[in-house]
């Protein structure tokens, strides 16, 4: 793949708001967790962990945590992106932003891949964490990060406007 193939990737990747109803396949599923293993980690430690949930009453209880993102529910897969804070064991109080940054990046390339298998998906940051991590019945170590609707597209979103090159990058030579 050339530069200009995959930003057309990144550039035509949406966030996606309505789910067919049909369900996902293994290999779907496999490629999303390669996508998640692949991606860069503080230390290599991959202080992140990923669960994919399938349950229609589990997706409806996570999605009342969104603050009325009723769309949530309706995607036939609900992956609840996690941080481990275990990663202090290793670098010291305070470092669980390393583990931020791990989520954050497989979330990137979670994003891409879902894309690329002719999935959608959404990214959802607003939600409440503690309830959401009670509905998981997360350890204590775990903290759910994120939340990320998957399914069929029942729509195409429109290409959203973007700041300009100039307005995103500064340059100090």
């Not at 064991?89 to 931020?100: D, K, L, M, P």
């Amino acid at each position: 793949m050339n530069i200009e193939d995959l930003l057309a990737v990144i550039r035509d990747r949406r966030s996606v708001r309505a789910y067919r109803p049909d369900e996902l396949d293994e290999a779907q599923i496999e490629a999303m967790i390669e996508a998640i293993r692949w991606a860069p980690s503080a230390g290599n430690l991959q202080s992140r962990e990923f669960i994919f949930v399938r349950n229609p009453a589990l997706k409806r209880q996570l999605s009342d945590t969104t603050f009325d993102q009723d769309f949530v529910a309706q995607a036939p897969l609900i992956i609840a992106c996690c941080t481990d804070r275990n990663i202090e064991q290793h670098y010291g109080e305070g470092s669980e932003e390393y583990s931020v940054q791990d989520v954050s990046a497989s979330i990137q390339n979670l994003l891409l891949a879902i894309h690329g298998l002719g999935l959608g998906a959404c990214w959802i940051g607003a939600f409440n964490q503690e309830q959401a991590g009670r509905l998981l019945d997360l350890p204590a170590n775990l903290r759910a990060l994120a939340l990320i609707s998957v399914g069929y597209p029942d729509e195409e979103p429109e290409v959203p406007e973007r700041r300009s090159p100039e307005a995103t990058a500064r340059f100090i030579d």
